[in-house]
């Protein structure tokens, strides 16, 4: 989207507000169990640090990743903004319907692989742009605060540029893989 189009910082939130995201609403659980279910059959066996990107005011995706034993930081720039939890590494960092907001995605990818530890996972589900012809009447794109959109290509691009591995396990899901061999460059 133009930049001229994005809403100001308040305006977001004031949307972002609207959101119904409850931790004792079963349909919202069940949704964020399409990513949790995958990336928990990832994660190795023991303590893993996670920080919740982009958590929202309800950080329910960081509560159900902490009943599996996941200790969460969370991170949101409307509503959980300490940045120091930027400064840190994490074994795991979700991205939950958070990349279409960003205003400066190959920044944020940058500081994202700067936090995800070596041998770490960066989970992230958005809703993929798949049919240009339908594009225009696409119920994503009318959120005045989706900015971006991805295709599974596009997230292709970002894992190579970064130098992890792309995993789709289930539709509008993307697992990248931060190998461990880039310790040692």
């Known amino acids: 989207m133009d ?15 609207w959101h119904d995201n409850r931790p004792d609403d079963p349909r919202y659980r069940a ?14 066996p023991g303590d893993s640090r996670g920080l919740d990107f982009g958590c929202g005011p309800g950080p329910v995706l960081g509560q159900l990743l902490e009943q599996h034993g996941v200790s969460m930081a969370r991170y ?7 940045t120091r939890v930027l400064a840190r590494q994490y074994d795991v960092i979700t991205c939950t319907e958070v990349i279409e ?11 994202l692989d700067q936090c995800l530890a ?13 049919d240009d ?37 289930v539709k509008d899901v993307a697992l990248f893989h931060k190998p461990l061999a880039l310790a040692l460059k």
Do not use: N
């Open 76 to 82: 949101d720039p409307a509503f959980f903004p300490d």
């Open 31 to 44: 949704f964020l169990g399409k990513l949790v279910t995958p990336l928990l059959a990832r994660l190795p």
């Open 101 to 111: 907001h960003l205003h400066a995605p190959a920044q944020i990818f940058a500081r």
């Open 118 to 130: 070596p041998g770490g996972v960066l989970a992230i589900m958005t809703c993929f742009q798949t």
């Open 133 to 169: 012809r339908r594009f225009e009447r696409w119920h994503y794109r009318r959120d005045p605060t989706h900015v971006v959109f991805y295709r599974e290509a596009t997230l292709a691009w970002v894992a190579a540029w970064r130098g992890w591995q792309l995993e789709i396990p």
């Open 3 to 17: 930049a001229s189009a994005w809403l100001s910082p308040q305006q977001e939130r004031a949307v972002y507000e």
